[in-house]
T-cell receptor
Framework: AQSVTQLDSHVSVSEGTPVLLRCNYS??????LFWYVQHPNKGLQLLLK??????LVKGINGFEAEFKKSETSFHLTKPSAHMSDAAEYFC??????????????FGKGTKLSVIP | GAGVSQSPSNKVTEKGKDVELRCDPI?????LYWYRQSLGQGLEFLIY????????KSGLPSDRFSAERTGGSVSTLTIQRTQQEDSAVYLC????????????????FGPGTRLTVL
């Protein structure tokens, strides 16, 4: 079984300050991990993904995430928040479950607000 | 088009009516997923299609829900006798499934259909 816990349902930061969105996972297998972003009334957009090639993953829009196996964490960070970063962010763990099937588990999401 | 498209973007219906939601995946993508996003519930997996294999229906919440995928491309999610608790955003995603146990597959999502059952 696998699970994803996003530790904060809502994070508020000032424009220009760092962003930290926390994600912990549980998986019996070596997982692949993703962060998706969803802007209001828009679909989910892939920010970045971890596939065991490197523990520090760089994504779009200046975001990055570090896979820490010892802490079972995959926190999302950005050095300086921009107003356009205000959105909901989802941490996702996925594993191949055979016969071409992928099991995905989504976290409940973290809503990021950016204060001018 | 380059991305996953869904129609309609919004659907308002009365309790008890049937609705059909459509998804056009990215051309060439063999895997197609349906999810439901409800307020306070996060994203919930509904059903998965891969090529010509039997779909994985393990996430469908009741027998009022069904889905088809014709010709390995377009998919339709049907909800019969809609209830107010069916109100949600229904998201479709597609992916190009690799061969073997490499679980690096990325899903590309459509904009969703917002369903409101009155």
């Amino acid at each position: 079984a696998q699970s994803v816990t996003q530790l904060d349902s809502h994070v508020s930061v000032s424009e220009g300050t760092p962003v930290l969105l926390r994600c912990n996972y549980s998986s019996s297998y070596s997982p692949s991990l993703f962060w998706y972003v969803q802007h209001p009334n828009k679909g989910l957009q892939l920010l970045l993904k971890y596939t065991s090639a490197a523990t520090l993953v760089k994504g779009i829009n200046g975001f990055e995430a570090e896979f820490k196996k010892s802490e079972t964490s995959f926190h999302l960070t950005k050095p300086s928040a921009h107003m356009s970063d205000a959105a909901e962010y989802f941490c996702v763990v996925t594993r191949y479950s055979g016969a071409g099937s992928y099991q995905l588990t989504f976290g409940k999401g973290t809503k990021l607000s950016v204060i001018p | 088009g380059a991305g996953v498209s869904q129609s309609p973007s919004n659907k308002v219906t009365e309790k008890g009516k049937d609705v059909e939601l459509r998804c056009d995946p990215i051309s060439g993508h063999t895997a197609l997923y349906w999810y439901r996003q409800s307020l306070g519930q996060g994203l919930e997996f509904l059903i998965y299609f891969q090529g010509n294999s039997a779909p994985d229906k393990s996430g469908l919440p009741s027998d009022r829900f069904s889905a088809e995928r014709t010709g390995g491309s377009v998919s339709t999610l049907t909800i019969q006798r809609t209830q107010q608790e069916d109100s949600a955003v229904y998201l479709c995603a597609s992916s190009l499934v690799g061969v073997g146990r490499e679980s690096t597959d990325t899903q590309y999502f459509g904009p969703g259909t917002r369903l409101t059952v009155l």
